[in-house]
Each structure stands twice: as C-alpha cells, then as structure tokens.
C-alpha cells in the first residue's frame, strides 16, 4: 500500500509542507509505504486543456497518483481558497478522465490546509469539492491549521504536539479506509455509480 502526499507551496520553508511531511509520518507509522510530490519541487508547468498530454513533471505527478493507493492532500489558504499552484496540479489530474476506472475512482484521500490566520477550514471545503469531482472519498477527519506560522519552527518541526497529533492520526486514518476499500471488491462498483448518474440525467431515479 502506497499513500502519497501532494501539496506544500512555492515558498522556502512551507509550512503546509511540514504538516503534509507529519501526516505522511502517521501513513508510515500505520504500515504504508510513501511519496511524497513536493510543489515547489515539482515546478509543474500551467495546465493548458489544448495541449493537455502530459511530459516531465506533470507526468510524474498524474502517474504517481493514480497508482496512489491513497493520498494526503495539504495547501496553503489563500485568499479564502487553496492555492494557485495546488489548483494547477488537481487541474492536470483531469487527463486521468480517459483513463478505465478513470480520475481518482475510489481513492481514500485525506485533507490538511494550513492559514496563517485563524481561518483554515474553506481550503479544506474547496479540496472536499474537487475530491467528489475527481471521483474520490474524502475521510471525515481533516485537519484545518490556523495560525500556521506558530505551529511550526523555521526547520519544519512541529511546535503544537495536538496538532502533531492530529496529523499523524489522519495519515493513519487514510491508511485504515483505504486498507477497507482495498480489500473489499463490493465497495467497487463504477458501473453502478455511471448508472446511477444516468438516472439522474434522464429523471428516471
């Protein structure tokens, strides 16, 4: 089992970086092997929908998630909303629609942001938004981060031992659902689902 954390931001020293590091640390702890997919490190190019064939950077990040069995998703808030470069990255997880199951189909993922105000949970609502849209399942834990800048040292350590706590408890929780939906073949059932939204397309459920 493979859980992958994508997040951080552009800045040196991020602290939704050192929150995504803890949670991929309580993936470990829980028995996962991990990736972790560095933004900053990254450098993804803009996605663009006209040449959307992925190369490079953008290949390593939509291969890598979709052989994900789980992921840690952590961003930055930003003026109310993820970030610029998150959002970049989930817009090129959209080639995977071509794929058979296609996007993140049945992939658990687990969901941090963090703020440098009091405010982190809108990040977390906007990810929740975009787990559904690529056909994913977002665990109930999440862990919004407010004030982040007190939370973590300049060397990424964490200060707030709840916190730290609470991030290695949701990369092990992905680690128990996702081991859940592995290893049960009924919670697989992408044809229903496409039959299900057939029928709510056609006023027929």
């Known amino acids: 089992m493979t859980i992958v954390g994508l997040g951080g931001s552009l800045r040196r020293g991020s602290t939704s970086l050192s929150a995504l590091e803890r949670a991929l640390a309580g993936a470990e702890t829980a028995g996962a092997d991990t990736a972790l997919l560095d933004l900053r490190e990254l450098d993804l190019p803009m996605f663009d929908p006209e040449h959307e064939e992925p190369a490079g950077a953008a290949k390593e990040l939509v291969e890598t998630c979709y052989s994900a069995t789980g992921l840690v998703w952590s961003s930055p808030l930003y003026q109310g909303t993820i970030s610029g470069a998150f959002k970049n990255a989930l817009d090129w997880l959209h080639v995977l629609g071509r794929r058979d ?38 665990v109930p834990y999440v862990v919004p981060i407010a004030s982040a800048a007190r939370v973590f040292a300049e060397d990424g350590s ?48």
């Not at 942001?113 to 975009?130: P, V």
Request: hydrophobic letters at 40%; aromatic letters at 4%; one cysteine or more.
């Open 101 to 138: 199951p296609p996007y993140l189909h049945d992939k658990v993922i687990g969901l941090i942001s963090a703020a440098g105000g009091t405010q982190g949970l809108q990040a977390i609502n906007t990810m929740e938004f975009s787990v559904r849209s690529l056909r994913g399942w977002a």
């Open 158 to 205: 964490v200060r707030d031992e709840t916190v730290e706590s609470q991030l290695e408890l949701l990369g092990a929780e992905v680690v128990r659902v996702a081991e859940r939906f592995a290893s049960d073949p009924a919670l697989h059932r992408e044809s229903e689902c496409a039959e299900a939204a057939e029928r709510i397309l056609t006023g027929a459920g």
